[in-house]
C-alpha cells in the first residue's frame, strides 16, 4: 500500500510562503487577528534583506565610508590610508546577522505561529504538500522573494552569487561582476576600496538603466578614478575555468574578447522565486514580473491566493515597498479585502560612494507628464557641505512641474544622498512647492539645508 501523506492543519486559516519582511508582517498581523497560522521557509528565516542583503551590505559599507573620507581629506589634516581588514570587517557583520534566524524563528514560535523549513508545493487551490504533509488553509500567501536569474552560457555554473559575496571569507585579487545594476555596482564599489581589481561586464552602454543617465555618467567616471574597469555592450559567451583563475569570453560587436580574474560574479538581476511551488496545481497565474495580483494583492486566478513583497508583480523590489504589501495583505486577511495597495513615490539609493539616490518621475517621464518642466541642475562640489570634506562628487537634478511649481521628480549624487533623498520624498507625496521648500528653516551646515538651494 502506498504511504499516505500526513494530514494536519485541515482548519489553518492561513499558510505563509517566506519569512522575509513581507511573509512575517502578514503572519504577525494574522495570528494577532485570533486566526490560526503556519509560515514555510526553505532558507534561514528572516529573508534576504536581514540575511543577504541590505543590512549585512550596509554593514560592510562603513568601513569603506570611512576610507573614502580618508582618502578625500589626504593632506588636509590626516596623512595615512587606513587597510581594510575584510576577515575582521565579516566578523563584525556576523554581529548584525547570525542572530537573526534563530531570533525570527523564536519571535514568530512565541507567537503561536507553526513554523516549516521546507518549500510547500500546491497540491490544490486550498491544499499544499510540505515536509511530507498535506496541510489545508483557507488563505494561502506567497511571500518567496526574489532569486539570481540563472545566465544562459557556458561555464554559467562557476559563477557565484551576491550571497556568497556578503560571506567571503578573504576578498580576491581581482573580480568581475556580471552586471552593473545596483548589486554589481555596489559590491564593486566594496571590492575596490578593499582592495581588489575590479572589473565590471554588461550588455548594456552604460550601469543602471532606470536612473538618470548624467549622474549616472558622474558614478561611472568616478568609479573609473577607483581603478574600476567596466566593460559595456558586452555580450558574455562562456566561462572557463583556468589553472588560477576563471576566464570569461565576450562578444562585442564583431569582436570576440577575453579577461580573467579570480573570481566571477552574477550581478546581472533577479526573479521572482516561484519554481519550486508548483503554481499550475494551485491555478495561480505569474508572468515574469512575478504572482499576477490585483490592487488588493490577491491573485487574479484563485482569491483564496495573496502574493506580497518583491514576489508580487507590483515594482519595485524594495524592503520599504515589500513591508507595506505585507501590510496591506494582512489587513485584507483579517478584514475582508478592503485595503487596495496605494503607494505613494518610491525613493531608491545605489550604496555607493557617492550615492546615487533618485525619486519621483526621471527629467523622460516628467516632460511626457507635464507641459512645461523646469530642470534645476548642477554640478555642486564646491558647495560648503562637499568642500569641508573635500568630496569630489556632488550633483542633483530636480524637475519641477512649471504651472504649480510642485516638485515631481529628484535625482542626487553625493555624500549622504541616501539621507537628503527623503526630504524630496515626504516633498512630492504632500505636493509641496520649490517656495514651500525655501521657505523652510533647516540646521546649518547640514545636507537638508543644500535642498533649498536645489530648488
Ligand atoms: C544584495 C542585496 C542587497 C539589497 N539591498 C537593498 C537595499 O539596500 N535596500 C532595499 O530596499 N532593498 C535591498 N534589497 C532588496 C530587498 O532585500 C528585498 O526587496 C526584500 O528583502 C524583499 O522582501 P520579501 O519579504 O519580499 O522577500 P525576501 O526577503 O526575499 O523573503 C523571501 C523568503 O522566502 C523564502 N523562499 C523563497 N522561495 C521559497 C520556497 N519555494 N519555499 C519556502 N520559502 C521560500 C526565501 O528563503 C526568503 O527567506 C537588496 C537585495 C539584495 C539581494
Ligand atoms: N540599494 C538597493 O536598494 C538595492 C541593492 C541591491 C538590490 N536591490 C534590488 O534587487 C534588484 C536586483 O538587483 P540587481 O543588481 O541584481 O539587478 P539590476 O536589474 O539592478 O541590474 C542588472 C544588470 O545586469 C545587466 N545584465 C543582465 N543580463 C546580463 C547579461 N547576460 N550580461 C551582462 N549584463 C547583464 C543589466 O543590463 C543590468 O545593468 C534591484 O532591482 C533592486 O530592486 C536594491
New binding site residues.
Partial sequence: MAKKENTVGKNLDVFV???????QTVAKACVAAGLKVAI????EY????AN???DP??VLLGATEAWEMTKNLQGKGLKKMPKIKWKKLQKFKRKFTSAVPKKTEENLGKLGIKLYHQ??KFLEENTLSVEGKTVHADKIVI?????PRKLPFDGAKLLKE?DDF?NLKKLPKSIIFIGAG??GMEFAHMAARSGSKVTIVDFEDRPLGPFDAELVKELTDYSKRLGIEFIFKADVKSIKKTKKKYKISYKKGSKTESVKAHMMFNTAG?IP?IS??DLESGNVAFDEKGIETDAYLQSKSNPNVYA????SDHDV????L?GRQGYVVGENIVKGNKKKLDTPVIPS?V?TLPNLASVGYSEEEARDRYKNVVVKQGSVPDWFNAKRINAPVYAYKILLNERTEEIVGAHIIGPEAAETINLFTMAINNKMTAGDIKRTIFTYPSWANDVKSMV
Fill in positions: 510562503i517566506g519569512s522575509g519582511i513581507a511573509g514555510a521557509d526553505r532558507r528572516g529573508g534576504t534583506c543577504r542583503g541590505c551590505k550596509k518549500s510547500p511571500a518567496t522573494g526574489y532569486e551576491s556578503l545596483y548589486i533577479r522565486s519550486d511551488l506580497c513583497g518583491d514576489v523590489p524594495l524592503t520599504p515589500s539609493v550604496f
